[in-house]
Structures are given as C-alpha cells and as structure tokens.
C-alpha cells in the first residue's frame, strides 16, 4: 500500500546503495551522479515541477475522470511529473556507471539487445494477432492495434528507435556470435519499428542509418545495408509511401498533421509565445487557455510538437 514501494524502484535504490558502498573509500562518501546532471538537468527539471505544482487546481476534473492523470493536488503532480522521470534517470545513469566500469561491457550489450528484441516481437506479435494486413495497417487511423500493449504507436517507437541507435553503433565493435544476436536484434526492432507505420518513426530510423553510415563510411557496411534495405522495400515501399504521403496528394493539412496543426498546434501559439519568459510546467497543456476554452483537442501533452 506504499506509494512507489515496487521491485523495479527497490533494484533502482539498491544498486544506488550497493555504488555507495563499494566506492566509498577512507575520506570521501562516493554518490553514483555527477553535478552536472544535477545541476543541468535535475534542477532545471525540479523548477519547472515545482512551477506546474501551483496550476494543478486549474486542470479540468476530466482528466482524473478519464483515467489520463492519477493526482488531483500539488504533491500528486509533482510526483508523478518529476519523481517518477526522476527514478527512469538515475537508472539509465547507474547503466551507463556499469558498462563503464564492466571488464566486458558487451555482455550488458546482450542484455539491452535482449530486451529490445521482446520489446520488438511484442509489436511483431500485436500485427499477427490483429489478422491485418501491413496495407491496412498503414492506415492513419488503424494503427490502434498497439494498444493490446498499453502503448500508443508514438511511444512504442521512440524506445525502439533508441535502443537500434545504441546498438546498430555498438555492432562495428562486435565479432562471432556476439555480432550474429546483435544483428538479429537490428532486424526485429527494424521491422517493428516500420510496422508501427508512425511517420516520425520512419523519420528517425532514417536518420539514425544515414548518420550511422555517414560516421562509418566502409563500403561493406554500405553494400550490407543497402541489400537489407532492398529487401525491406519489397515488403514495406508501398505501405510505408502511402502512409508517409497522407494527405499530401489532397494538400489536407489536417490529415497531413492528423489534426494537430489546427486542432492542437495553432491554438497553442498565444500560450507558447509566453510560455519562454514565463514558464508554464510539465504538461501545461492541462491548463492552457486553449484547454479550458475547449477550443482544443483533449490531450495531455503538446503530441509531438
């Protein structure tokens, strides 16, 4: 019944626990962070919370109601707008700490490959599942079908996209076996990556290749990846055209930007233009004029502005 007391936060707190001591030496107390994340991150982080905390009486009781917010006080926001992040943080601090100090830094590799492959056949599993074909999926409104994984398309990619970043760079250092698990992990996120048929999504993983390519220059790797891209493109070219030229043939800028240009986005412009001297807090959009005029779309954040 404590709020927050789960295994995943105890691991967290440990691990910190377990730094402390085993770096701690004779005349200094070792901590697993450094100022600067502190001060350039975590403060700058905390203000803005401590900011939003003072609007939360404003957020339309809607949201509670829906199930889209689970605090209705200061402390509840502050919680779950800066605590929370706050654990995801020092954990992806702590791995960093690890692989740093790890005499053989590519087993932790394994881990990470491992877990963006389950992560990844998850989506693969949801497609098959759902009995659609990928032209269906491509769909703009048919991509509902993540959400037997309690996540929308939008969020399932951004993890896939950052765990292929770390390990297509990581696969140059690898050999024998290792290289194999790390390249089958490439393949399933890929592929799950262009099945979320989101298009800043395609975006991203674009660009994370182009720059990997770029920053690696061998022709081998070019000639590899040239051959998995053609392959690719048998399966995915048309889906993905048809998904990415939504609404560009029509000129319908509402479906161009799925509505959020004139349904989100324009109604915002009064309150952004402020928001850089003053300050609004996370998730402001909760209380923004535009919100509680009804003059925009029920949303909790900004969706990807």
């Not at 599993?125 to 993540?146: C, H, Q, Y």
């Not at 392959?231 to 509505?259: C, H, K, W």
């Amino acid at each position: 019944g404590i709020q927050g007391l789960n295994p995943i936060n105890l691991l967290i707190l440990g691990t910190v626990l377990s730094y402390v001591i085993s770096h701690t030496g004779a005349r200094h107390l070792a901590i697993p962070w450094t100022p600067s994340l502190v001060l350039a991150y975590w403060l700058p982080f905390m203000v803005a919370a401590v900011i939003g905390s003072t609007k939360v009486q404003l957020i339309p009781g809607s949201f509670e109601t829906m199930r889209l917010v689970s605090f209705s006080s200061a402390f509840g926001y502050f919680r779950d707008l800066f605590i929370k992040p706050s654990f995801a943080i020092l954990a992806a601090f702590l791995m960093a700490l690890v692989v740093q100090e790890a005499k053989q830094p590519s087993r932790y590799l394994h881990v990470i490959s491992t877990g963006c492959t389950l992560l990844a056949g998850s989506v693969l599993g949801a497609f098959i599942l759902s009995g659609a074909s990928i032209g269906v999926l491509s769909g703009s409104g048919a991509r509902g079908f993540l959400s037997v994984l309690g996540m929308h398309a939008n969020e399932m990619w951004l993890a896939l996209n950052m765990g292929y970043a770390i390990l297509v760079f990581a696969l140059i250092g690898q050999r024998g076996w290792s290289r194999t698990i790390v390249l089958f992990a490439l393949v399933a996120i890929g592929t799950a990556i262009l099945i979320t048929f989101s298009r800043a999504a395609i975006g991203a993983f674009l660009f994370v290749n182009l720059v990997f390519l770029v920053r690696r220059r061998h022709v081998g790797t070019i000639v590899v990846f040239a051959v998995m891209a053609l392959l690719v493109g048998l399966f995915f070219y048309e889906p993905i055209m048809d998904r990415l030229s939504t609404g560009v043939e029509t000129g319908n800028r509402a479906q161009m930007s799925a509505g959020r240009l004139d349904r989100i986005w324009l109604p915002l412009l009064d309150d952004f233009s402020m928001s850089w001297i003053f300050p609004h807090g996370p998730s402001a959009i909760m209380w923004s004029k535009p919100m509680l005029t009804g003059t925009i779309l029920f949303v909790g954040h900004t969706h990807n502005a």
